[in-house]
């Protein structure tokens, strides 16, 4: 395998905790001594990463994981604590909105600037202009001072400048939140077309979509470590699950009746497994769940089956007692259901199937156990379940 375009070694960066004057004093003596600050914040550690000539990486991760830490450290904008990053290549980086231009300087003016800053010579700084302002589309804003431009203007400008230098490794930040749709769409065609012929994209976005629909792979930072690293689906569906997970521990947690004199679950088997570990299977395969149920009466109770997206939203429920399902006696107070979702619809995801005990009549709950279900799958499709359909 060739060399990688970029090698990153035991990349760590840390700032001197301060909140007092006599804080930055000490924190400045102990770096003029070549020793550590007395107390530090540690934003990123630990992460060792190549990235190939070609390759596409997302990384994602909630505000302060170190996304941007990250970048800065890749681009030479930070030195590490500790590790080293080395570029076998040109980048082009769009890191901070406006960094680069001059306030006071007109777009045209700073068109020259950032193209001269980033390795292109005189006479390709003029020969791209007018490319640049094209691919901008700002219009008589061209000629206005910076100072003046919106907030999507400056990403227009920004982009359009790393657009005209096709660098070896492009890196952008959320530059695909910012501006208009049409402009959004100028600019995946653009990394489409990059990539295509070869280049390399480093992209951070909170856009699972964007993040699926451009990269093969995808790097998830969590409190500055590395999470997660691999597939892009893999690693945006278990980050996904994260955050619906996190979403329902905040809202209250459900009402549940749980008597150890009157009907209760005794067995649970997903595809065959009775383990509490979460059972992972693909998108539109069979889902097999068996539960066993003690009736202390003798009676035949009646089953309740949920499935709950991780977030706690409601996805599908039904009973034995809705759908004709018949309990089958295995001794005198053990009664076992087997049901079976075909061709399961669930879009890839965290789930949660509930299974609820019910009487004999089916309007009390009496016990409820749960299993974790993780639906796999290559998918930018949106929503809960995949509906039957074809284009015609």
């Not at 004199?261 to 992972?280: C, E, H, K, M, T």
């Amino acid at each position: 395998m060739s060399a990688p375009l970029v090698r990153v070694e035991t990349l760590a960066k840390r700032y001197p905790l301060v909140h007092r004057k006599a804080d930055r004093a000490r924190a400045l003596l102990a770096v003029l001594a070549g020793r550590r600050a007395p107390a530090e914040v540690t934003v990123l550690e630990g992460v060792n990463l190549d990235i190939q000539r070609g390759e596409s990486l997302g990384v994602i991760g909630e505000n302060g994981a170190g996304k941007s830490t990250f970048l800065k450290l890749l681009t030479g904008v930070l030195n590490p604590s500790v590790g080293s990053v080395s570029v076998d290549g040109s980048i082009g980086a769009l890191l901070e909105l406006g960094a680069g231009f001059h306030p006071e300087y007109s777009g045209r003016q700073n068109i020259a600037t950032a193209a001269a800053l980033m390795g292109m010579s005189a006479a390709e700084v003029k020969a791209k202009t007018e490319e640049i302002i094209a691919f901008a589309d700002i219009g008589r804003y061209i000629d206005e001072p910076i100072k003046h431009y919106s907030t999507g203007m400056v990403v227009r400008l920004g982009f359009a400048v790393v657009a005209a230098r096709r660098p070896d490794l492009l890196i952008t930040d959320e530059v695909l939140a910012v501006g208009d749709e049409s402009f959004q769409k100028k600019c995946v065609r653009w990394i489409e077309d990059y990539l295509s012929d070869g280049g390399t994209l480093l992209l951070v976005s909170h856009s699972m979509y964007h993040v699926q629909k451009l990269c093969r792979h995808a790097l998830w930072l969590h409190q500055g470590k590395v999470e997660a690293y691999g597939d892009v689906f893999d690693v945006t569906q278990a980050y996904l699950a994260y955050h619906e997970r996190k979403t329902a521990a905040e809202s209250d947690a459900e009402a549940r009746v749980d008597s150890p004199l009157g009907y209760r679950i005794d067995a649970i088997r997903i595809n065959g497994i009775d383990s509490q570990v979460p059972v992972a299977t693909a998108a539109g395969r069979d889902l097999e769940i068996e539960v066993e149920i003690i009736s202390p009466d003798g009676r035949r109770p009646q089953l309740a089956v949920g499935v709950i997206r991780a977030d706690g939203t409601a996805v599908y429920g039904t009973t034995s007692e809705i759908g004709g399902g018949e309990g089958r006696a295995i001794d005198e107070e053990r009664h076992r259901y087997h049901l079976r979702f075909e061709d399961l619809p669930l879009l890839p995801g965290h789930y949660t199937l509930k299974l609820h005990a019910l009487d004999p009549e089916g309007l009390r709950l009496f016990d409820t156990d749960s299993r974790e279900l993780l639906v796999r799958g290559e998918t930018r499709e949106l929503g809960l379940v995949r509906l039957s359909h074809r284009w015609l």
